[in-house]
C-alpha cells in the first residue's frame, strides 16, 4: 500500500527540481544570459576576494641577484645595455634605430587647431560582460562607415567569452585583417596629441583604468574612443560602452588614469590617409623613437611622482624598456616597480590586474633567463585574482616551464591558453615546435 506522506514529499522534491531545471534553462537563454551573467560573475568574484583578498598578497622578485651574472653571460650580445645601475636606468638616451619602422615625412609644424572639436559618426554601444575591447573597436570602426557590432568584433578579438582582456595590438591586428583601413598602436601619448588628431578628423581609442567610475573596487582597465575635447572646460569627450556616450572627462583625469597604460592609443584610418597620421605623429611615426619618447616620459613621471602613479612610471618604464629591446633594464624597471613600490601602496588600493592587461615583466624576466620569476609570476596572477582565462599567462608561464626542462608542465599550459584563445597562432606554434597536436 502506497504511503501518502512519502508520496507528497517525493512530489515536493520533482516540483523543486522541474523548477530548477526551468529557471537554468530562462537564465542559459541569450537574451537573459547577456543580462545576467555578468552579476553572477561579479557576485562571484566578490565573494572570492573577500576570503581571499588579492591586494594583500605580494609578488617578490626571486632573481634579481642573478642579473649581474646574467648580464655577462651570451645573451647580452644581442642587447644594449651597459650598466646595471639604477642611475643609469634612469638616464634618458637619445640612441634609437638606425632603420625606421615606417616612411617617415618631413616634421611638420602642428597646424593651429580650435579651442574646442568634436566628430560625429561614432554609434555608441553599451558593452556586454568583460567586451570594452570588442565594443570599443566596433565603435571606432563605425566612425568610417564599417557596419557591425560588438558581436562581430569579439570573435576577433575574444574567441572564448570569458576571455578577460584585448591587447591594444589585437585591435590592431583585427583591423588588418578584417576591414579595409588601417590602424596603428603607439604608447607615450598626451592630451595635445588627441586634440591634434581629433582635429584633423580622427578619433582615438585608448586604454585606462577605472578609477574615474569604480574609485572603490578593485583596479581594472578599460577602453573608450576619444571623440572630442574642450578647453575652455578643459575635458575630452568619450564614447564609453560602460558609462555613457559623449562621456566628458578631465584632461588631468583622463592623463591620470590613461598612465596606468603606458599612455597607449590606438588610431584607426583609411589608407589613403596615411599621411596625414604620420604627419601628426611627427618622429614618433616611427616605432623606436615613440618607445624611446614613452620611456623618457616615465623617466620623468617617476621624478614626480609617488604612491601607485609611481608604481605605474616604474612600470611603464619597463614595458616600454622591453619594446627597446633593453630587456635588463626593463627586468630592473620591473623589480623596482613590484618589490620597492608595490607594497607601500594601501592593500585595498593595489592594480594588482596588471598582468591580466600586460605581459612586459614576461618578457622581460624570460628574455633575461629568469624562468622561474616567469612562473613565479604568471601562477601568482593566476591564483591570487582567482581567474584562469588570461591565455598570455599560460603561454608565458609554459614557454618558462620548457626552458627549465618542464616539457610535459610547458605542453599543459600551452593548451590552456588555446582552450581560453581557440586558434591562437603563438600557442599553437609552440605545440607544433615540440611535435604535440593541439
Not at 79 to 107: D, F, K, Y
Not at 238 to 261: C, G, K, T, V
Amino acid at each position: 500500500m502506497s504511503n501518502p506522506k512519502l508520496i507528497r514529499v517525493l512530489m515536493g522534491f520533482l516540483a523543486v527540481f522541474a523548477l530548477l531545471a526551468l529557471m537554468l534553462a530562462i537564465y542559459f537563454l541569450p537574451p537573459v544570459h547577456e543580462r545576467l551573467a555578468w552579476r553572477v560573475a561579479s557576485l562571484r568574484s566578490q565573494m572570492f576576494y573577500f576570503f581571499n583578498p588579492p591586494g594583500e598578497v605580494l609578488f617578490s622578485p626571486a632573481q634579481q641577484e642573478e642579473m649581474g651574472v646574467i648580464a655577462t653571460g651570451t645573451i647580452t650580445a644581442s642587447m644594449p645595455q651597459e650598466t646595471l645601475t639604477l642611475e643609469a636606468l634612469l638616464t634618458p638616451t637619445a640612441s634609437v634605430s638606425s632603420t625606421p619602422t615606417v616612411t617617415l615625412t618631413p616634421t611638420i609644424t602642428p597646424t593651429a587647431i580650435p579651442d574646442a572639436f568634436s566628430l560625429s559618426g561614432v554609434l555608441h554601444e553599451y558593452q556586454k560582460m568583460n567586451n570594452c575591447g570588442p565594443v570599443t573597436l566596433s565603435m571606432a570602426l563605425s566612425y568610417w562607415g564599417w557596419v557591425g557590432d560588438q558581436d562581430v568584433t569579439r570573435p576577433w578579438l575574444r574567441p572564448h567569452q570569458d576571455d578577460r582582456n584585448t591587447m591594444p595590438e589585437e585591435m590592431v591586428a583585427a583591423v588588418k585583417a578584417h576591414t579595409d583601413l588601417e590602424a596603428l598602436v603607439r604608447s607615450g601619448g598626451d592630451t595635445n596629441l588627441i586634440k591634434q588628431f581629433i582635429a584633423a578628423g580622427f578619433p582615438v581609442i585608448v586604454e585606462r583604468d577605472m578609477g574615474d567610475v569604480r574609485p572603490d573596487e578593485n583596479w581594472t582597465g578599460h577602453f573608450g574612443v576619444v571623440t572630442g575635447y574642450d578647453d575652455a572646460q578643459g575635458r575630452l569627450i568619450l564614447q564609453d560602452s560602460y558609462i555613457m556616450a559623449d562621456y566628458p572627462l578631465s584632461y588631468a583625469e583622463h592623463n591620470q588614469y590613461w598612465r596606468a597604460f603606458n599612455h597607449v592609443y590606438v588610431v584607426i584610418y583609411p589608407p589613403d590617409r596615411t599621411h596625414e597620421v604620420l604627419s601628426i605623429l611627427g618622429p614618433q611615426a616611427d616605432e623606436n623613437n615613440n618607445y624611446q619618447h614613452a620611456a623618457d616620459q616615465a623617466r620623468e613621471a617617476i621624478n614626480e611622482l609617488q604612491g601607485r602613479d609611481l608604481f605605474f612610471a616604474w612600470f611603464n618604464l619597463g614595458t616600454s624598456l622591453v619594446n627597446l629591446g633593453d630587456y635588463i633594464g626593463a627586468a630592473q624597471a620591473y623589480d623596482h616597480a613590484y618589490d620597492v613600490v608595490y607594497p607601500t601602496i594601501p592593500s585595498a588600493a593595489r592594480p594588482w590586474r596588471m598582468t591580466w592587461y600586460q605581459t612586459g615583466p614576461y618578457e622581460a624576466y624570460y628574455f633575461t633567463e629568469r624562468y622561474q620569476d616567469v612562473i613565479n609570476l604568471a601562477t601568482f596572477t593566476i591564483v591570487n585574482t582567482g581567474v584562469e582565462e588570461i591565455e598570455e599567462t599560460w603561454l608565458w608561464r609554459g614557454r618558462a616551464r620548457l626552458a627549465l626542462g618542464d616539457e610535459p608542465g610547458a605542453i599543459e599550459d600551452f593548451r590552456t591558453a588555446l582552450k581560453f584563445h581557440p586558434g591562437w597562432d603563438e600557442a599553437l606554434s609552440e605545440l607544433q615546435h615540440l611535435g604535440v597536436h593541439p
